[in-house]
């Protein structure tokens, strides 16, 4: 049986320059009304990418909402119509200065779908090259690299929580034994 819901009425509860929230009810396969609170952003994008001595490049940076610094894998923001292969090429070279000649979809992932309509596409990334960094003026974080091995070992041991960098090290991980 496939489930479904259908918006009866949607109204916006707040818009911001990154997200919005509107509130919808919504009926039910059983027919009753209920109501939904749905963040709407405009998705994201992340890599897995490969150096050319097998490690994978890594940032840490402080995110305010967790509250600390975060291990994860290079990601960024999609704009309004963006392709997501491009922004990620964007954002790898505007965060680490790496650039890749091979690109390879990882797919989708739906962050917290409970709540939020986000869809970030995965990707990998191999041949690299690097270059300068050129971070946006609010912008800061560190990079490095490390060992695919150990990031599979802090993922297992809860050291790495960041729903992105899980996802896109696990299916990289399973590409890159192959």
Known sequence: MLFTETAVTTSTVYSGRLLSVRRDEVRLDNGNIAGREVVEHPGGVAVVAVTNDGKIICERQFRYAAGCELLEIPAGKLEQGEDPLAAIQRELSEETGYTAANWR?????????????????????????????????NEFLSVCELPLNELIDMIMANDISDAKTIAGILKAERILRD
Do not use: N, V, W
């Open 105 to 137: 979809s990882l797919g989708k992932m739906l962050p917290t779908p409970a709540y939020c309509e986000e869809i970030t596409y995965l990707f990998l990334a191999t041949d690299l090259t690097p270059g300068d960094a050129h971070l946006d003026t």
